[in-house]
């Protein structure tokens, strides 16, 4: 199968939504897509019904994150407009809780989207998950100093 640009540009931009909401489950934040990966894949023994299930719920979410990371973006560059400008404690209390308000959702919803896509597999694939998830955050965390 081959994607269109489109297409692609597409998917890194859901990847990169969930890489900014924060708020990690265990085990399933790797920064990528990783139920399409053929090895994930196979290390999981992860049947093509279960990569469906799991990236219907992904696709399910991402327009909803879509458009809170579009809220939460235009909310912080306001808070920012704000604190620029000088603005009394009030008002930026105000924007400060308009802010951290949509973060939080985005941060749940997330979650509850990593615990579907848990739910999809065995418990013997959460185990291997997790352990998979651990030797990924070893391989590809920043090295002290840079």
Not at 5 to 20: D, M, N, P
Not at 88 to 94: G, L, P
């Amino acid at each position: 199968m081959t994607l269109s640009s489109g297409s692609r540009r597409g998917g890194l931009a859901c990847i990169l939504v969930v890489l900014t909401l924060g708020a990690a489950v265990h085990g399933q934040s790797f920064g990528f897509p990783w139920w399409r990966d053929a090895q994930f894949q196979r290390d999981l023994s992860l049947t093509t019904e279960q990569s469906a299930k799991i990236d219907a719920v992904f696709q399910q979410i991402i327009p909803t994150l879509r458009q809170k990371k579009s809220e939460l973006d235009a909310q912080e560059e306001e808070l920012s407009k704000m604190i620029a400008a000088n603005a009394d404690e009030v008002s930026v209390t105000k924007q400060v809780d308009k802010v951290e308000s949509i973060r939080a959702n985005m941060n749940k919803m997330r979650t509850l989207m990593l615990l579907h896509m848990r739910q999809v597999l065995t418990p013997d694939q959460r185990v291997k998950l997790n352990k998979l998830h651990d030797q990924w955050e070893k391989d590809h965390r920043p090295k002290p100093g840079r």
